[in-house]
């Protein structure tokens, strides 16, 4: 069959935990995909344009609400700290801090999209001279160790609702991985959706432009490329709703047709109308998200909230 003899030919560019954690999706009977796998250069490129979106409030929120809280920061913050950031894509919202906080010296964006990441830190590089820059490529869902363990406390820097991907298990599972990273005496300043109107969130990721449909159909051009697969992106639509009981809007991807996909030697037979369940954003009111946080062995030390409730970035100190 040709689809699986070019689906071989590639086989040598196979990066084996994607695929395996790909079959492992798509062999579930409720078929899924991992969100991580959204961000190759294209993806990150895609969410970029999803946050200049008029209906994607998170971003711009989150964003108008760092200058004051880097204010309060240094305020708050008197010791020299080297900031981990947890997802960092196009280090947009780390200036914000960087500005109003000199007493940073050290930068260590992780980020699993490296191309992206590298890029934007050379950007950040010549805005910022004095900061010494070191991208981490890693995936945040395993325990990330930082390169050298130097005796500078850490604040963790975790922005965009990201934690959102995660279930409530995983959000708790990540936190604690982060604190342990992050060693003694570490901060953990984060960004969390919060619950809302259902009609505000349906908008955020449905935008009319049809941006979160192009990022959503991309997982399936980076398996193509990465795992050998023969995905057609036109041949799936895009599908996004918020489910109150388990609080969190779901991204599908739905078949237009029955179909078989090749992924490398492996087959997946799709009938009409059978969906892909590619995210999960989860969202908290500020005292689910304590609770959460606890969990993982941090305190709240303070929180700020958008005039409209929209957004709430949360600062947490490790040691319960
Ligand atoms: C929702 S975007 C947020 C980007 C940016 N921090 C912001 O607030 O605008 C999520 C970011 O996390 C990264 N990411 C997602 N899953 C990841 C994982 N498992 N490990 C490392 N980075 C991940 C993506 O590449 C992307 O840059």
Redesign the pocket.
């Known amino acids: 069959m040709p689809a699986a003899q070019s689906a071989r030919a590639s086989a040598t560019k196979t990066d084996d935990t994607l695929l395996r954690e790909v079959v492992e999706g798509l062999s579930q009977v409720h078929k899924q995909l991992p969100?991580?796998y959204?961000?190759d250069s294209a993806?990150?490129r895609y969410?970029d344009e999803i946050?200049q979106l008029e209906e994607y409030y998170p971003?711009r929120t989150?964003l108008a609400m760092l200058p004051g809280i880097a204010d309060d920061l240094s305020h708050l913050i008197r010791d020299q700290r080297d900031v981990v950031?947890?997802?960092?894509?196009?280090l947009?919202?780390i200036r914000l801090l960087l500005q109003h906080l000199p007493q940073i010296k050290r930068l260590l964006p992780?980020?699993?999209?490296g191309d992206?990441l590298r890029e934007a830190a050379a950007e950040l590089r010549r805005e910022f001279e004095h900061l010494e820059i070191v991208p981490i490529v890693?995936?945040?869902?395993r325990q990330v160790e930082l390169p050298d363990r130097n005796k500078v406390k850490k604040l963790g820097f975790f922005?965009?609702?990201?934690i959102g991907?995660f279930t409530p298990l995983q959000a708790v599972a990540f936190l604690d991985r982060a604190r342990r990273s992050l060693g003694a005496g570490a901060l953990l300043l984060i960004?969390v959706d919060t619950k809302k109107a259902p009609e505000i969130l349906h908008r955020a990721y449905n935008d009319k432009l049809g941006v979160t449909a192009k990022f959503n159909r991309n997982i399936l051009t980076h398996i193509n490329r990465e795992a050998g697969g023969d995905f057609d992106e036109d041949k799936f639509d895009h599908y996004a709703f918020y489910n109150p009981t388990q609080g969190r809007i779901e991204m599908h991807l739905i078949s237009r047709e029955q179909q078989v996909v090749t992924v490398e030697d492996y087959q997946f037979a799709f009938s009409k109308g059978e969906n892909i369940h590619t995210e999960n954003s989860h969202k908290y009111t500020p005292e689910e998200f304590l609770t959460l946080a606890a969990e993982a062995g941090w305190r709240g030390v303070r929180k700020w909230l958008d005039d409209e409730e929209l957004f709430c970035v949360h600062l947490l100190q490790a040691g319960g």
Do not use: L, M, R
């Open positions: 969100s991580k959204f961000y993806g990150s969410f946050c971003y989150e950031e947890f997802g960092a894509g196009s947009v919202k992780i980020d699993i999209a992206h890693a995936d945040f869902t922005p965009g609702s990201t991907n960004g």
